[in-house]
């Protein structure tokens, strides 16, 4: 299950050779949440790295990432790890250029009303 959020770039950090197979660059994003606005880290994996090369600290991007977590010697981690980047706003302008199905949107399905509405409660 994939996530999103859309934030403006606050830091990019330099890709890291983790191992001499593994790779990683992270990246923060100020998203706006409320009175509080929160600083949140991603991570870029691999092949991935590179995705963040096209922007700059400033601008308003889209993250899609998948919730990462495991233990070692008795502590446990969350990572954030980002697989697509998009400028705010942007969209791929085909769903099938991005490799994706349509998503329906939920405001323009109609429900049925093959119920009865007049609950008590």
Same mark, same amino acid.
Do not use: N
């Given at each position: 299950?994939?996530?999103k959020?859309?934030?403006?770039?606050?830091?990019? *950090? $330099?890709t890291e050779q983790k191992s001499g197979t593994f790779q990683a660059r992270e990246f923060v994003i100020?998203?706006?949440d409320g009175q509080y606005p929160q600083m949140v880290k991603f991570q870029l994996v691999q092949d991935k790295c590179e995705l963040i090369d096209d922007y700059a600290e400033g601008d308003s991007i889209d993250v899609e *990432? $998948?919730?990462r977590g495991r233990e070692?010697?008795?502590r446990y981690f969350t990572n954030l790890q980002?697989?697509?980047?998009?400028?705010?706003?942007?969209?791929p302008?085909?769903?099938?250029?991005a490799g994706q199905k349509p998503e329906?949107?939920?405001?323009?399905?109609k429900v049925s009303s093959d119920f009865d509405d007049d609950i008590p409660f």
């Open positions: 299950m994939g996530y959020a859309t934030g403006k770039i606050e830091k990019i *950090f $330099d100020e998203v706006a *990432f $998948d919730l070692w010697q008795g980002a697989w697509r980047i998009s400028r705010a706003g942007d969209g302008a085909d769903a099938a250029e329906p949107e939920l405001s323009k399905q």
